[in-house]
C-alpha cells in the first residue's frame, strides 16, 4: 500500500510494530492451497527461476543481491520448499512458497501483532472441498486437472462464512 500521509501515515507492519492499530477482534487464516488458482502464472515463474535462482526469493524479504544473506537466503528457501539438494522444484511446491508469500506470511504475522496485544485472534486454515468452492468449480480444480491438490483455494471459505447472492457456485 502507499503511505500517503493522511489515511495511511506509515507502513501497516510499522504501524503495527508500534501498536498504532483497533484493538478489535479479528478474523483471520488462509486455504491450504491458496495459490493453486495461478498455477499457469507458476509454469512462468519455474521458467523464469530456472533462468535466475533468486527468483525464489519472497519480494516481502526487502533483500538485494548485495545484501550479505542474499545467496544463504535462496539456499535456504530452496531447500525448505523444494528438497534439499532440489533448486527446481514441482508445481505444487511452488504452489506452497507463494501460498506462504502471499497470503500466510502476512496473515501469521498480523495474528501475532494481535495477539502480542492481548486482542482475540481467531485463526484458521480452511481445507474443504466442497461445491461452494468457486475456483475449484470455475476452474475444474482437483486432482486430476492440478497433480497433488486437496482442499481449497483463494477465497474458496467466503461462501462458507457469508451469505453471497450472485456468485454462480
Same mark, same amino acid.
Given at each position: 500500500?502507499?503511505?500517503?500521509?493522511?489515511?495511511?501515515?506509515?507502513?501497516?507492519? =510499522?504501524?503495527?510494530?508500534?501498536?498504532?492499530?483497533? #484493538?478489535?477482534?479479528? %478474523?483471520?487464516?488462509?486455504?491450504?492451497? +491458496?495459490?493453486? /488458482?495461478?498455477?499457469?502464472?507458476? #509454469?512462468?515463474?519455474?521458467?523464469?527461476?530456472?533462468?535466475?535462482?533468486?527468483?525464489?526469493?519472497?519480494?516481502?524479504?526487502?533483500?538485494?543481491?548485495?545484501?550479505?544473506?542474499? =545467496?544463504?537466503?535462496?539456499?535456504? %528457501?530452496? $531447500?525448505? /520448499?523444494?528438497?534439499?539438494?532440489?533448486?527446481?522444484? !514441482? +508445481?505444487?511446491?511452488?504452489?506452497?512458497?507463494?501460498? $506462504? +508469500? %502471499?497470503? #500466510?506470511?502476512? !496473515?501469521? #504475522?498480523?495474528?501475532?501483532? /494481535?495477539?502480542?496485544?492481548?486482542?482475540?485472534?481467531? @485463526? @484458521?486454515?480452511?481445507?474443504? =472441498?466442497?461445491?461452494?468452492?468457486?475456483?475449484?468449480?470455475?476452474?475444474?480444480?482437483?486432482?486430476?486437472?492440478?497433480?497433488?491438490?486437496?482442499?481449497?483455494?483463494?477465497?474458496? +471459505?467466503?461462501? /462458507?462464512?457469508?451469505?453471497?447472492?450472485?456468485?454462480?457456485?
Amino acid at each position: 500500500p502507499s503511505v500517503d500521509g493522511q489515511f495511511l501515515t506509515d507502513t501497516p507492519t =510499522n504501524l503495527m510494530k508500534s501498536g498504532q492499530f483497533q #484493538r478489535k477482534p479479528i %478474523l483471520t487464516g488462509s486455504q491450504n492451497n +491458496e495459490a493453486v /488458482y495461478v498455477t499457469p502464472l507458476i #509454469r512462468t515463474f519455474i521458467t523464469a527461476y530456472n533462468a535466475q535462482p533468486a527468483y525464489v526469493l519472497p519480494i516481502s524479504y526487502n533483500l538485494s543481491p548485495a545484501h550479505a544473506e542474499w =545467496n544463504s537466503m535462496i539456499s535456504k %528457501l530452496q $531447500d525448505f /520448499y523444494f528438497g534439499a539438494g532440489n533448486t527446481a522444484g !514441482s +508445481e505444487q511446491q511452488w504452489v506452497q512458497l507463494y501460498c $506462504d +508469500e %502471499l497470503f #500466510r506470511f502476512a !496473515s501469521h #504475522r498480523t495474528a501475532m501483532f /494481535y495477539a502480542a496485544a492481548d486482542v482475540p485472534v481467531y @485463526y @484458521y486454515e480452511f481445507r474443504y =472441498n466442497g461445491s461452494l468452492n468457486f475456483y475449484n468449480v470455475l476452474l475444474n480444480l482437483n486432482p486430476v486437472t492440478y497433480p497433488g491438490y486437496v482442499g481449497a483455494t483463494h477465497s474458496d +471459505e467466503i461462501p /462458507y462464512l457469508w451469505h453471497t447472492p450472485g456468485i454462480p457456485v
